[in-house]
T-cell receptor, first 113, second 116 residues
Framework: QKEVEQNSGPLSVPEGAIASLNCTYS??????FFWYRQYSGKSPELIMF????GDKEDGRFTAQLNKASQYVSLLIRDSQPSDSATYLC?????????????FGKGTHLIIQP | DTGVSQDPRHKITKRGQNVTFRCDPI?????LYWYRQTLGQGPEFLTY????????KSRLLSDRFSAERPKGSFSTLEIQRTEQGDSAMYLC??????????????FGPGTRLTVL
């Protein structure tokens, strides 16, 4: 059974600092990795996706992937109070035809003003 | 609005009743997904369609659940004989096939089901 693990938090970070969110996954066949942000009572909103080992940057967000360690992370620079939300890590195994995402439980991030 | 839409946004029903939810995907997306999310958990995959074909169903999708996408556009998810354990947010997402520049899943606002 595929598993995606995240620390549920809450993770408290001062405004302006770097927030670091981590995720590990069990299925070595996973090929695509996604970070979604979810505000309370709302649906998940895509932040970034990453397919290759290394770093991928988009504005204040950087996703990092290490397939050998089965580890993916999200860094948020210059954290803002509006970044306070639950961050969901999701993986997809595109090799076997199964296309549904497997999500972690999410990390609750609190940015302290 | 060109995003994924879902209807209704909220549904309250009594145990044993049948409910049906609708999802309209982003117009150019041919893949459509259903997920279920309970409090404190990430979304759990239920099923997905490519055009009108239902290609995968999770073991979570009991025989009380059925999904259709008859014309490859909108989809419906029906739950028969609802149980209190069915109370959850039901999320729909759509995407283009993998390999394209936009093979990511975009979620609708969800339908929150409460079974009394």
């Amino acid at each position: 059974q595929k598993e995606v693990e995240q620390n549920s938090g809450p993770l408290s970070v001062p405004e302006g600092a770097i927030a670091s969110l981590n995720c590990t996954y069990s299925d070595r066949g996973s090929q695509s990795f996604f970070w979604y942000r979810q505000y309370s009572g709302k649906s998940p909103e895509l932040i970034m996706f990453i397919y290759s080992n290394g770093d991928k940057e988009d504005g204040r967000f950087t996703a990092q992937l290490n397939k050998a360690s089965q580890y993916v992370s999200l860094l948020i620079r210059d954290s803002q109070p509006s970044d306070s939300a639950t961050y969901l890590c999701a993986v997809r195994d595109s090799g076997g035809g199964a296309d549904g995402l497997t999500f972690g439980k999410g990390t609750h991030l609190i940015i302290q003003p | 609005d060109t995003g994924v839409s879902q209807d209704p946004r909220h549904k309250i029903t009594k145990r044993g009743q049948n409910v049906t939810f609708r999802c309209d995907p982003i117009s150019e997306h041919n893949r459509l997904y259903w997920y279920r999310q309970t409090l404190g958990q990430g979304p759990e995959f239920l099923t997905y369609f490519q055009n009108e074909a239902q290609l995968e169903k999770s073991r979570l999708l009991s025989d009380r659940f059925s999904a259709e996408r008859p014309k490859g556009s909108f989809s419906t998810l029906e739950i028969q004989r609802t149980e209190q354990g069915d109370s959850a947010m039901y999320l729909c997402a759509s995407s283009t096939p993998p390999g394209g520049s936009t093979d990511t899943q975009y979620f609708g606002p969800g339908t929150r089901l409460t079974v009394l």
